[in-house]
């Protein structure tokens, strides 16, 4: 009966198992950044070729920092540029995305690695999401 | 670690995070019977706390509370504990046990129609009146006895839920389908729930508000019981409709509120349930910090 309440603790909250944890990430090749990147690539050619039709709103990138301060920054980091949660933003990979397949990540998520989806933002949020992402990459970081 | 010091430790961290998280605004849906797909983002704790205020026709009325820790494990997967208590008006306020539930979804990408895998166990007693399922042939008279009476009964149950939601321009439509046991000899009990909502607008504004309508939610919630393996279908069960409205407040903090109405003479005729609840951010991580994890 004394083992039920760590063994609890440790089923529900695994990151307190320092040990593998910390050799887990130790181990992890650099080929693992690629690979989270890498599922843009698997958004469908129809969800790319959507467009974004917020791109001419002038206060959607307001709007989507707003958001992205709210939503975003706990795991991508303040300026996107990456936290431990979560991978940067900024970077070439995303940038040069299509509108389209970003907002299919967001919708979608990639909730095997631990970004859940964002389909409970309604879609003209998601979108403003999408050019306050894209924004980042027009400006010096 | 002996386990009471390691409880301590986890106790006093909730309490620490409860006040100096960062502020990241909870997207809590309009729902307090009803489940959609969404789940508790990985890493993150919400804490609840709801009543519901019944009327009692043959009996006094009360005020029940629960409890909610809801933490996401991973993406897929969100597990919630539950406290839940009772006052009976010129009877007694008492403990009414506790409530473990889990919450998978099964497919990875988003669809027209998303299911989600529950599970619960729960330790109640007879004397539960949170209402947060309506099962079986659950009636008002059910509660019409004293606390004392009705804490006699101690019951251990299990219940499942196909949860079956999706989101379309906005609207959300979720259905939930119950079948619960008691450890008991008692026959498998069912129940539904369905709910309708949407945000009252979906278009954010481009500064932080609280009293925008991007920030409400609203929509109407329908929830009974459909009798038991012995005797299935509508005949002694208790069913009812009841409007929801959330506020999640940029502050990270959501308010919910629901005024329910029997549906028939089987039911109470007034529910009015509210709740409050805060999202901790990065509750997980900081706990593995805690105990000497790297991010």
Request: aromatic letters at 12%.
């Amino acid at each position: 009966m004394r083992l039920v309440l760590p063994i609890l603790i440790l089923f529900v909250f695994p990151e307190i198992a320092p040990q593998v944890g910390a050799q887990d990430h130790a181990n992890q090749k650099p080929t693992k950044r690629t690979t989270i990147y890498d599922e843009i690539a698997q958004a469908p050619a129809k969800a790319r070729a959507k467009r974004n039709p917020l791109e001419s709103d002038p206060d959607a990138i307001a709007a989507g920092r707003v958001l992205f301060e709210q939503h975003c920054q706990e795991c991508h980091g303040r300026s996107a540029e990456g936290a431990g949660r979560g991978p940067s933003l900024r970077v070439e990979e995303i940038q040069t995305a299509e509108p389209g397949a970003i907002f299919w990540i967001l919708s979608n998520g990639v909730v095997r690695r631990g970004m859940p989806n964002w389909s409970k933002l309604p879609e003209p949020q998601r979108w403003a999401l999408v050019c306050f992402i894209k924004s980042l990459g027009k400006k010096p970081s | 670690m002996p386990p009471r010091k390691t409880f301590h430790i986890v106790l006093a961290t909730v309490g620490f995070a409860a006040f100096s998280a960062p502020a990241t605004r909870a997207q809590e849906g309009p729902y307090f019977v009803t489940y959609n797909h969404y789940l508790e983002e990985p890493g993150n704790l919400e804490i609840e706390y709801s009543s519901t205020f019944g009327t009692q026709r043959g009996g006094n009325e009360f005020h029940a509370y629960w409890m909610e820790f809801e933490y996401g494990v991973k993406a897929w997967w969100t597990t919630e504990f539950y406290l839940d208590g009772q006052t009976t008006f010129g009877d007694s306020t008492i403990f009414t046990g506790i409530r473990w539930e889990n919450r998978v979804r099964p497919l990875k990408r988003e669809h027209l129609i998303n299911p989600v895998l529950y599970v619960e166990y729960a330790s109640i007693k007879g004397a539960d009146k949170i209402l947060k399922e309506v099962e079986g042939h659950d009636a008002e008279a059910d509660f019409a006895p004293s606390n004392g009476t009705l804490s006699k009964e101690h019951n251990h149950e299990i219940e499942t839920k196909l949860i079956l939601s999706g989101t379309f321009k906005g609207w959300n439509i979720s259905q939930n389908t119950i079948a619960a046991k008691d450890f008991s000899n008692a026959p498998w009990e069912f129940a539904y729930a369905i709910g309708v909502s949407r945000p009252l607008a979906l278009k954010a504004r481009a500064n932080r508000c609280s009293l925008c309508p991007q920030n409400f939610a609203a929509g109407v919630e329908m929830y009974g019981g459909l009798g038991d393996s012995e005797s299935f279908g509508l005949h002694d069960t208790s069913h009812y409709l009841a409007p929801v409205l959330v506020w999640n407040l940029p502050s990270d903090w959501a308010l919910r509120i629901s005024p329910g109405f029997g549906l028939n003479d089987n039911s109470h005729r007034f529910l009015l349930r509210w709740g409050v609840s805060r999202e901790i951010s990065g509750f997980g991580p900081m706990i593995g910090k805690l105990f000497g994890r790297r991010q």
